[in-house]
């Protein structure tokens, strides 16, 4: 077991990397929807009062259930569609049901906690994004480190001589050196994008034990994770894409068992679906 030290190691330098190139994000301050979140966030305030006049800002700013709820909804019809014409945010021919209102409530969390713990420092707020980059990155490690050990028979290899040691770590560096990744350090408001790739990653490993190591938790904590994962951003649906490409080149038994192993994804994504839709 002793070959697999380097590998860990060279796991841990990746995601190590993914803080150190991230670090020049936290001097970016604010940019775009952070203002608007922070009026949000922060609880009562001189800015938030001038937006409150103008109907740009609802009730219920610094309250961790508000925040959940209405931290990523821009426009409402019901809420602020109207004031936004009369600012002249949006054109006054903009349609009367017009709405942007995405359902973000674990990415909402870590934004309220930012404002709980540091208020005044958005380089601690991008430091927590910066986090959530490294973890991601070790997340997307690990499992390129997994998959690489799969042999053509669908199990895993324990041969030290085989060069999928480190295909892991340099497919992990790969995707750190893509330039995509910076932005949502730099950008606060994109935390979502890194938290719901960190939960995405996590549903890829469960799932990968659950069906080569019968790794009985991941018949649970593989569907929890993605759920995570689409309640930080939508884009987590694109993890379910993930799992049908496992099951179709690296699952095992024939397909009817390969398909329901999919079933508990699938049914993630439609009570979710369904939920989001009922909120508006």
Known sequence: MAYRKPETLAVLIVSLGAVVVSLPAVKMGL?????MHRSILAGPSESGDRLAQRGLMPQGSGRLGFALSHLFVAVHPDENLQPLR???ALPWWTYDGFRVAFWRPVAAFTHW??????????SMMHLHSILWFAVAVLG???LYRRIARIEPSGLASDSPTGRAAWIGALAALLYLLDGDGFFPTMWIANRNLLISLFFGAMTLIAHDRWRRESWRPGVVLAPACLLASLLATEGGT???AYLFAYEVALGRGPARRRGLAL??????I???RLVYNLLG
């Open 113 to 122: 906690l930012d404002y709980r713990l540091f208020p005044q420092s958005c």
């Open 270 to 272: 439609a009570l979710w």
């Open 86 to 88: 009369d600012y002249g």
């Open 140 to 142: 997307v490690a690990v």
């Open 31 to 35: 940019l775009n929807d952070d203002f």
């Open 238 to 240: 694109a993890t379910f």
């Open 263 to 268: 079933v508990p994804a699938a049914v993630v």
